[in-house]
């Protein structure tokens, strides 16, 4: 637990920033799962400081992100293609070719093959190294919502009403909301070796509870997170204040 999310960040960013040094000084490759949203912003807003102040190079680092609004262009303000290059990519010197976001723009037909491809990818790269994650107030990981099994893989999903509800007012109104969104399956997410989940606000205070403590469920997808050998919940007070 800590005091805010700027000391919980600045901890995930170390623990990323100290694998990517390990793996290039092997002359590997960091894979990194990423998300978007308001949560992880404090360790990208950390990782491009340590890119800018303390030499740290991305060069070798691998991303796959988790999800993305369907159908969605990438120029698109809501878009998480231009969120990560506004927010982490643009600033750093990862290459672009070894970047990966699911695509919004595709046809409705092609959507299939392109997740299996992604999966494909993930897997070629040598499978996900470290995944960041923040969580949905209905307990969705990725856009995993609620009837999400532990065996989903990438695919194209409905959103809840309650995280279309939560994305309003980023539309400028619910009708924007797009309903459809492409996600990492649960069983993509828990293959990863190391899973970071942080979350902060009292408005996450619930939905961190009933994660940790309760019955593992498809009805809270990110309770199947109790079953991954190397998961750490960061959070801070707030967020954390149901817990005892
Ligand atoms: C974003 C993602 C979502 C968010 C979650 C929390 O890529 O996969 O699961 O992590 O909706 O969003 P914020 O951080 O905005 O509260």
Redesign the pocket.
């Known amino acids: 637990m800590f005091k805010n999310a700027s000391e919980a960040s600045q901890v995930v960013a170390t623990e990323i920033a100290t694998l990517v040094r390990e793996r290039a000084s092997a002359g590997k490759p960091c894979v990194l799962g ?8 404090g360790v990208y807003r950390e990782l491009i400081r340590m890119h800018r102040d303390e030499n740290l190079s991305l060069r070798n680092v691998v991303t796959f ?3 993305e609004y369907f159908p969605m262009a990438p120029d698109a303000a809501q878009s ?1 293609v231009r969120f990560m290059n506004e927010n982490l990519f643009d600033h750093v010197d990862v290459l672009s070719e070894n970047v990966h976001i699911p695509d919004g723009t595709i046809a409705e037909e092609s959507v299939g093959k392109f997740c299996d491809d992604y999966e494909s990818k993930i897997a070629a790269a040598g499978g996900i190294d470290l995944q960041l ?5 209905t307990g ?5 919502e609620p009837r999400s099994d532990a065996d989903t893989v990438t695919r194209m999903v409905v959103l809840n009403s309650v ?1 279309r509800n ?1 994305a309003a007012e980023n539309f400028d109104g619910l009708e924007n909301v797009p309903h459809h969104a492409v ?1 990492m399956g649960v069983q993509t997410i828990l293959n990863a070796q190391r899973i970071r989940l ?4 009292e408005h ?1 205070s619930a939905i961190v509870e009933r994660t940790v403590c309760g019955d593992i469920t498809e009805s809270i997808p990110a309770t199947f997170l109790q079953q991954h050998g190397d998961v750490r919940f960061l959070m801070d007070d707030a967020a954390a204040s149901k817990l005892n």
């Open positions: 990423l998300a978007t949203g308001s949560t992880p912003m992100n988790l999800d998480y994650l923040g969580i949905g107030r969705h990981i990725g856009f995993n995280t939560d996600t942080m979350a902060y606000g996450k």
